[in-house]
């Protein structure tokens, strides 16, 4: 069963504009959430985290807000930069890592 | 530093032959992981090493055996490859690992393989 979806296969987004990839996950019993950002022939890079006891966390350009309530979280990137296409997982983790399928982003200059 | 290594990069094995996926990290992690990645999917935990002389099942253990060697080294090993396990494999090492929660994990660059 997969407990960690990305709805969206794909995100298109103009330079300079916010992305937002979202995801969501049917286990009450994660804690904590991390996004990962991946190249193409790379392995992933972790991007941002957020513990449960939080709905949102900070980095530059990169928020994660967390919905409980709604078993959801989203990635915002503003703004938006050609560099930061590339395939975006979401993962949950309490005993062990789940990860969503990925969300393709292409910004285009 | 060269993070997390995995060799080879890529494979070719006929069905019902063996290998071993290394990886090496050179971060003194005390924790390890294999995850697979097929196309339409995302990572799948394999096993898991939370330090050095354990290890522990992942999401999708079957068909695969590991050996924690050293705080360093993670092998992976398939003893008799099948079709089913053509997919690209990562390996990922951590610092922190405990109160049963996975943290931020640092990723090697992945082996390709295929079973035909």
């Not at chain 1, 915002?76 to 062990?96: E, K, L, M, T």
């Not at chain 2, 002389?53 to 050293?70: A, F, W």
Request: proline residues 5%; charged residues 20%; positive net charge.
């Amino acid at each position: 069963d997969q407990q960690v979806k990305q709805n969206s296969p794909s995100l298109s987004v103009q330079e300079g504009r916010i992305s937002i990839l979202n995801c969501d996950y049917t286990n009450s019993m994660f804690d904590y959430f991390l996004w990962y950002k991946k190249y193409p022939a790379e392995g992933p890079t972790f991007l941002i985290s957020i513990s449960s006891i939080k709905d949102k966390n900070e980095d530059g350009r990169f928020t994660v807000f967390l919905n409980k309530s709604a078993k959801h979280l989203s990635l915002h990137i503003v703004p938006s930069q050609p560099g930061d296409s590339a395939v975006y997982f979401c993962a949950a983790s309490r005993n062990d890592m789940r990860f969503g399928a990925g969300t393709r982003l292409t910004v285009k200059p | 530093n060269a993070g997390v290594t995995q060799t080879p990069k890529f494979q070719v094995l006929k069905t019902g032959q063996s290998m071993t996926l290394q990886c090496a990290q050179d971060m003194n992690h005390n924790s390890m992981y294999w995850y697979r990645q097929d196309p339409g999917m995302g990572l799948r935990l394999i096993y898991y090493s939370a330090s050095e002389g354990t290890t522990d099942k992942g999401e999708v253990p079957n068909g695969y055996n590991v050996s924690r060697l050293n705080k360093r080294e993670f092998s992976l090993r398939l003893e008799s490859a099948a079709p089913s396990q053509t997919s690209v494999y990562f390996c990922a090492s951590s610092e922190l690992f405990g109160q049963g929660l996975f943290y931020e994990q640092y990723f090697g660059p992945g082996t390709r393989l295929t079973v035909t």
